[in-house]
């Protein structure tokens, strides 16, 4: 018997959100003044970095049961900013503030500078209806 792979694992949903959150950041960047579509992609960016902490302990569990706590504990660390960027990014944007979510992008966009969105990508627009996700 063959071993079943799982194509959709918790690593290339981080590397997914992951490409979605710069693609975000790069667009809400340009935004002159904040609108419908900037309020979308500001949720989007919270949502994507609580899914990303989500994920963290699923991508972890493997190493732990093969007992690499070393390395588990320092992926865990690697990625521990995502969880406060993304709390603090979800108060500023159900608070409209946008000085805040201006600030919180560009230390998230620093601590994804090495993910590269290449010019044709096919993400397309992954922010559309996030500002009603994060509200229910």
Do not use: C
Not at 21 to 50: C, H, K, N
Not at 89 to 95: I, P, Q
Not at 123 to 129: F, I
Request: charged share 25%.
């Amino acid at each position: 018997m063959s071993r079943v792979i799982n194509p959709d694992s918790a690593g290339k949903e981080r590397t997914q959100l992951s490409k979605g959150i710069v693609l975000a950041i790069r667009e809400l960047a340009r935004q002159e003044e904040p609108g419908p579509e900037s309020r979308d992609m500001a949720a989007f960016i919270a949502l994507a970095l609580a899914n990303i902490t989500e994920g963290i302990d699923v991508s972890v569990l493997a190493w732990e049961k093969r007992g690499y706590w070393v390395k588990a504990d320092r992926f865990r660390m690697d990625w521990l900013w995502a969880s406060t960027y993304a709390d603090k990014m979800k108060a500023a944007v159900l608070a409209d503030d946008w000085a805040t979510i201006a600030i919180t992008m560009t230390q998230v966009a620093a601590k994804l500078s090495k993910v590269n969105v290449p010019a044709g990508h096919r993400l397309g627009r992954p922010w559309v209806g996030a500002w009603k996700k994060l509200n229910q």
